[in-house]
């Protein structure tokens, strides 16, 4: 709009100018009289009026008309629908209860004769004469499934009932439950014989009619012609229906004229459908034909000469600059553009001539800076950031220059850090991979040292328990050893006491020894003296000498025994003195190794207490040997898993440093 009232008073320009369109219309105005040029506009407001008064009348009449009767015969049908399956819901029915008011449905309605029918959500159906097999699920239904989700009934795809010979619709919408759940569906075969005789009773002119057209499956459900419902429209090869067909598809309304055939195309309210009205032009114009065959005739001689004067004066005045003109911008949609038009006028076509030669230059310029901008673009997409633009942009162009300078610095900073940072980034990784794997590799071994201590603890735990029990062992023994001992120093001191008091009874008998020796020595004395007695006595102590002979020899012996019997005692005595002196030596002996039996026994005993401190230490030792070896092996995951880490980004960041290598940045 804004263009055209631009256009509009750059032609007021050149009519006060006298321009171009001063020299058309005087060129005109010359050369037809006044008396062609009022028939002819009677002749052409006639026509045009007439036409599209008459025919656009009548098509939207029809078609309203039509469209009503159509939309109350749904409204009707479909409300019907509706109160059945609200009384339904209403009573809440149960099967039976819902079969029998189904199978009252029947004959209800002649747009349904065949009654509502169910389906509930687990695909079962109820039917007032159909009874489905055992493989049919309803949910599969298009009809349950347009249904299941609309409150009001709604028309689905037109279809062909073999049984009936009759095209129907299916008419759905969902049934619930008293708590407002979904139950199914309610449906019903909507019969379209009622918008057949709707359709077959508007008739336009001679040859003109209406049809009703399914958009879902593109099916012709009324037509005048019972021989064309049911056809698809898009398989027909008639002129206005292949017409009808592409006003459809292309989803336009409203009245449009084909092969001298008017067409009317307008949407049925609250439906899929859409309804097509048609009429020839030729019979809308019938009346009208012998007017227009007259007066036509005188306009056309007028027209004739018309055309023929403007012609003349056109190819003089406008010809020939606009063939130039359309030469060059020719050329220039061609690619050349080092065009320059050499016409020259005071009037709009010269004007138009040098903003042509103008706008040519300024494409030329604007040519240069796509150039430019393009091999810019390609530069980027190299990787050259380092790029500089050498024209001086003007315009929005210039918007452009500075658009694509901001971008060469920001990608150049941006690449910059993404460079350095790569750097960084795969110094780090290699650092902390180096780590990593050091690490790995001195946790692996301080785990095998740690298990091969924690295996030699084990040993030393063992042998130190084993000292610990054979320490206290040797405890018991010593103390055992020296209760011996010191049982051993007393029966020891018992025997020399015994030694001693034999040594004593020794002595005692020594004096009886020496007794007996005196009373021998008496005793041979007084033999002797009775030998010398019985010797003075004669015969008569010859007896008595015998006997003091005998008791001599008696003494004798007595003092011999006597004698042998002191040497012995002498040499017992000294005996039980050397014994009681070894005695006596080896109880002192005895009590030396009972104090160093005593000294022992401590030192066995602090030694049985030091291993059993040991062996709790060493246990404890164990376990915390355990604790660092299983940290060990921890520290040893976590290592190689940094390790691998770390390899993985140093893969990462090396991709991002050839990535980034791949732009020229500037300095």
């Given at each position: 709009?804004?263009?055209?009232?631009?256009?509009?008073?750059?032609?007021g320009?050149?009519?006060r100018?006298?321009g171009?369109?001063?020299?058309?219309?005087?060129a005109i105005?010359a050369?037809?009289?006044?008396?062609?040029?009022?028939l002819?506009?009677?002749v052409?407001?006639?026509?045009?009026?007439?036409?599209l008064?008459?025919?656009?009348?009548?098509?939207k009449t029809?078609?309203?008309?039509?469209?009503?009767?159509?939309?109350?015969w749904?409204?009707?049908t479909?409300?019907?629908?509706?109160?059945q399956?609200?009384?339904?819901?209403?009573e809440?029915?149960?099967?039976?209860a819902?079969?029998?008011?189904?199978?009252?449905?029947?004959?209800?309605?002649d747009?349904y004769?065949?009654?509502l029918?169910?389906a509930f959500?687990d695909?079962?159906?109820?039917?007032?004469?159909?009874v489905?097999?055992p493989?049919?699920?309803a949910?599969?239904?298009?009809?349950?499934?347009?249904g299941?989700v609309s409150?009001?009934f709604?028309?689905?795809d037109?279809?062909f009932?073999e049984?009936s010979?009759?095209?129907?619709?299916?008419a759905?919408?969902?049934?619930?439950?008293?708590d407002?759940t979904?139950?199914?569906?309610?449906?019903?075969?909507v019969?379209?014989?009622?918008?057949?005789r709707?359709?077959?009773?508007?008739q336009?002119?001679?040859?003109?009619?209406?049809?009703?057209?399914?958009?879902?499956?593109n099916?012709i459900?009324?037509?005048?012609?019972k021989?064309?419902?049911?056809?698809?429209?898009?398989e027909?090869?008639e002129g206005?229906?292949?017409?009808?067909?592409?006003?459809?598809?292309?989803?336009?309304?409203?009245?449009?004229?084909?092969?001298n055939?008017?067409?009317q195309?307008?949407?049925?309210?609250d439906?899929?459908w859409?309804?097509?009205?048609?009429v020839?032009?030729?019979?809308?114009?019938?009346?009208?034909?012998?007017?227009?065959?007259?007066?036509?005739?005188?306009a056309?001689?007028?027209?004739?000469?018309?055309?023929?004067?403007?012609?003349?004066?056109?190819?003089?005045?406008?010809?020939r600059?606009?063939?130039?003109?359309?030469?060059?911008?020719t050329?220039?949609?061609?690619?050349?553009?080092?065009?320059?038009?050499?016409?020259?006028?005071?009037?709009?076509l010269?004007?138009l001539?040098?903003?042509?030669?103008?706008?040519t230059l300024?494409?030329?310029?604007?040519t240069?800076?796509?150039?430019e901008?393009?091999?810019?673009l390609r530069?980027?997409?190299t990787g050259?950031?380092?790029?500089?633009?050498?024209?001086?942009y003007t315009?929005?162009?210039?918007k452009?220059?500075?658009?694509?300078?901001?971008i060469?610095r920001?990608?150049n900073?941006?690449?910059?850090?993404?460079?350095?940072?790569?750097?960084?980034v795969a110094?780090?990784?290699?650092?902390?991979?180096d780590?990593?794997?050091?690490l790995s590799?001195?946790?692996?071994?301080?785990?095998?040292?740690?298990?091969?201590?924690?295996?030699?603890?084990g040993?030393v735990?063992?042998?130190?328990?084993n000292?610990?029990?054979?320490?206290?062992?040797?405890?018991?023994?010593?103390?055992?050893?020296?209760?011996?001992?010191?049982?051993s120093n007393?029966?020891?001191q018992?025997?020399?006491?015994?030694?001693?008091?034999?040594s004593?009874?020794?002595?005692?008998?020594?004096?009886?020894?020496k007794?007996?020796?005196?009373?021998?020595?008496?005793?041979?004395?007084?033999?002797?003296?009775?030998?010398?007695?019985?010797?003075?006595?004669?015969?008569?102590?010859?007896?008595f000498?015998?006997?003091?002979?005998?008791?001599?020899?008696?003494?004798?012996k007595s003092s011999?025994?006597?004698?042998?019997?002191?040497?012995?005692?002498?040499?017992?005595?000294?005996?039980?003195?050397?014994?009681?002196?070894?005695?006596?030596?080896?109880?002192?002996?005895?009590?030396?190794?009972?104090a160093h039996?005593?000294e022992?026994?401590?030192?066995?005993d602090?030694?049985?207490?030091?291993?059993?401190?040991?062996?709790?230490?060493t246990?404890?030792?164990?376990?915390?040997?355990e604790q660092?070896?299983?940290?060990?092996q921890?520290n040893v995951a976590?290592?190689?898993?940094s390790?691998?880490?770390?390899?993985?980004?140093?893969g990462?960041?090396d991709?991002?440093?050839k990535?980034v290598a791949?732009?020229?940045?500037?300095d």
């Amino acid at each position: 709009m804004k263009y055209g009232r631009k256009e509009h008073s750059q032609s007021g320009s050149a009519r006060r100018g006298f321009g171009i369109t001063g020299k058309l219309v005087s060129a005109i105005v010359a050369s037809v009289v006044t008396a062609v040029a009022i028939l002819f506009a009677i002749v052409y407001f006639q026509m045009s009026h007439a036409l599209l008064d008459k025919s656009e009348d009548l098509l939207k009449t029809t078609t309203d008309r039509t469209l009503q009767e159509t939309r109350a015969w749904m409204n009707s049908t479909l409300t019907m629908l509706e109160m059945q399956r609200d009384t339904i819901e209403y009573e809440d029915m149960d099967v039976p209860a819902m079969m029998d008011y189904i199978r009252h449905t029947v004959d209800q309605n002649d747009a349904y004769p065949a009654g509502l029918y169910v389906a509930f959500t687990d695909g079962s159906l109820y039917h007032a004469s159909f009874v489905p097999g055992p493989d049919f699920d309803a949910t599969a239904k298009s009809w349950y499934q347009d249904g299941l989700v609309s409150d009001s009934f709604i028309l689905g795809d037109v279809y062909f009932d073999e049984d009936s010979q009759s095209y129907v619709v299916g008419a759905s919408g969902a049934l619930k439950a008293a708590d407002g759940t979904v139950r199914g569906v309610a449906a019903a075969d909507v019969y379209l014989e009622s918008i057949s005789r709707i359709v077959s009773e508007v008739q336009l002119e001679d040859t003109g009619g209406i049809f009703l057209v399914d958009t879902r499956t593109n099916t012709i459900i009324g037509h005048r012609d019972k021989n064309i419902t049911g056809q698809k429209l898009d398989e027909m090869d008639e002129g206005m229906y292949v017409y009808a067909n592409q006003q459809i598809q292309e989803k336009k309304s409203g009245l449009s004229l084909y092969d001298n055939t008017y067409i009317q195309v307008a949407q049925v309210p609250d439906s899929d459908w859409i309804a097509v009205s048609y009429v020839s032009r030729t019979e809308v114009l019938r009346e009208m034909r012998q007017l227009t065959v007259s007066m036509v005739t005188v306009a056309a001689l007028a027209v004739l000469i018309l055309i023929l004067l403007v012609v003349i004066q056109v190819r003089r005045v406008i010809g020939r600059p606009v063939r130039e003109l359309s030469l060059v911008a020719t050329r220039i949609a061609q690619g050349e553009l080092n065009q320059t038009i050499h016409y020259q006028s005071g009037d709009e076509l010269g004007v138009l001539a040098g903003d042509f030669n103008q706008v040519t230059l300024r494409l030329r310029e604007y040519t240069a800076y796509i150039q430019e901008i393009s091999e810019k673009l390609r530069e980027i997409a190299t990787g050259n950031l380092t790029f500089t633009l050498e024209h001086t942009y003007t315009g929005e162009f210039e918007k452009i220059k500075v658009a694509l300078e901001e971008i060469s610095r920001e990608l150049n900073g941006t690449m910059g850090q993404l460079r350095a940072a790569s750097r960084d980034v795969a110094a780090g990784a290699g650092q902390v991979s180096d780590g990593a794997t050091t690490l790995s590799q001195g946790s692996t071994e301080q785990a095998s040292e740690v298990e091969a201590l924690a295996g030699h603890m084990g040993a030393v735990s063992e042998s130190v328990h084993n000292i610990s029990k054979g320490a206290q062992e040797a405890s018991r023994i010593s103390r055992e050893v020296k209760s011996g001992l010191l049982s051993s120093n007393d029966k020891m001191q018992n025997m020399t006491v015994v030694i001693q008091r034999i040594s004593d009874k020794s002595a005692e008998i020594h004096k009886i020894v020496k007794t007996i020796e005196d009373i021998a020595f008496q005793t041979n004395i007084l033999a002797l003296n009775a030998a010398v007695e019985a010797a003075r006595a004669g015969s008569a102590g010859k007896g008595f000498a015998v006997v003091a002979d005998e008791v001599r020899a008696l003494a004798g012996k007595s003092s011999s025994a006597a004698k042998e019997t002191s040497v012995l005692l002498s040499q017992t005595v000294d005996s039980m003195d050397e014994g009681v002196r070894a005695a006596q030596d080896t109880a002192d002996s005895i009590l030396e190794v009972v104090a160093h039996a005593d000294e022992m026994s401590k030192l066995i005993d602090g030694i049985a207490d030091y291993t059993r401190q040991q062996d709790a230490n060493t246990a404890e030792i164990t376990r915390g040997i355990e604790q660092i070896s299983t940290v060990v092996q921890t520290n040893v995951a976590t290592a190689e898993a940094s390790a691998a880490a770390s390899e993985e980004l140093a893969g990462q960041a090396d991709m991002l440093r050839k990535l980034v290598a791949r732009f020229r940045l500037k300095d």
